[in-house]
């Protein structure tokens, strides 16, 4: 992957500080994961790469009350899930359009993320910021493809 993580902070920000108004400070990737939840999206190509964005439970409320200007403790589960994941779907497409290849983006999907920096594979990139008070993790990490996965992007 021709990515570093200056890129992957500079789209963070643009994410966050430009769309959202949210300050974004970057902080020591050595943090506490409990509590934390992953939105994720797949860039299917020539490569196979997964951008996962990492949060607090409490962080993805403010995430979703900023996105949709409302008020604190207003917002529905499924709202502030929809909104996280929209932040990952926004942070993946930006990382798709740098890539500079033509890929299709998956839909994202959410889970749930405690331990999840002991089970990163070598060489992901990884980058973390403080938001609201809490840190935001994102990660890229490439995937071995095959050539049936290739196949199946062709057709999507």
């Not at 970057?26 to 943090?31: E, F, G, Q, R, W």
């Not at 997964?50 to 403790?73: K, N, T, Y």
């Amino acid at each position: 992957m021709l990515f570093d993580e200056q890129n992957l902070q500079q789209i963070t920000v643009d994410v966050c500080q430009s769309m959202l108004g949210l300050d974004l400070f970057p902080i020591s990737p050595d943090i506490d994961s409990a509590r934390q939840l992953v939105a994720s999206v797949e860039i299917l190509g020539d490569q196979h790469t997964i951008v996962e964005v990492f949060a607090h439970d409490h962080l993805m409320a403010r995430i979703a009350e900023v996105m949709f200007d409302s008020e604190r403790g207003s917002l529905s589960e499924d709202d502030v899930r929809d909104a996280f994941c929209e932040i990952a779907n926004m942070i993946g497409g930006n990382v798709k359009g740098c890539i500079g290849e033509e890929a299709s983006l998956s839909l994202p999907s959410f889970g749930s993320a405690d331990g999840w920096p002991e089970k990163l594979p070598q060489g992901s990139l990884r980058t973390t910021f403080e938001c609201c008070g809490y840190p935001l993790s994102i990660v890229l990490r490439e995937v071995a493809t095959t050539s049936q996965d290739v196949e199946q992007s062709a057709t999507v």
